[in-house]
């Protein structure tokens, strides 16, 4: 029964696990489509006229997940908002992909 229980955790913690890699993942594939055309696909590109910043900047990478979704769901400045574009599921996931790039 021990035994059992040890296989049941590790199981439940490699799916945990997993999950995450294709939470972030799924974030970086909505990114490449919807947001490198404009930030970079490194999140590096800056376009004063366009009033892109660099996402690896790090007024960006200090906003927390929530904040960044909120922006992405409603847009800032130029950036139009995304919300009814993208679900909110897809949303949360490119605001945790942003907090990748360095």
């Not at 909110?88 to 790039?101: C, G, P």
């Amino acid at each position: 029964m021990k035994g059992f229980r040890t296989i049941a955790i590790v199981a439940l913690v490699m799916g945990l696990a997993l999950s995450n890699v294709a939470f972030a993942q799924s974030g970086a594939d909505v990114y490449k489509s919807k947001c490198a055309m404009c930030h970079g696909p490194d999140g590096k590109k800056e376009n004063p006229a366009m009033g892109t910043k660099s996402l690896t900047s790090p007024d960006v990478q200090k906003m927390s997940e929530a904040d960044l979704a909120a922006v992405i769901s409603k847009g800032k400045g130029k950036m139009p908002g995304y919300a009814g574009k993208l679900t909110d599921d897809q949303i949360k996931q490119v605001a945790a992909f942003v907090k990748t790039l360095k």
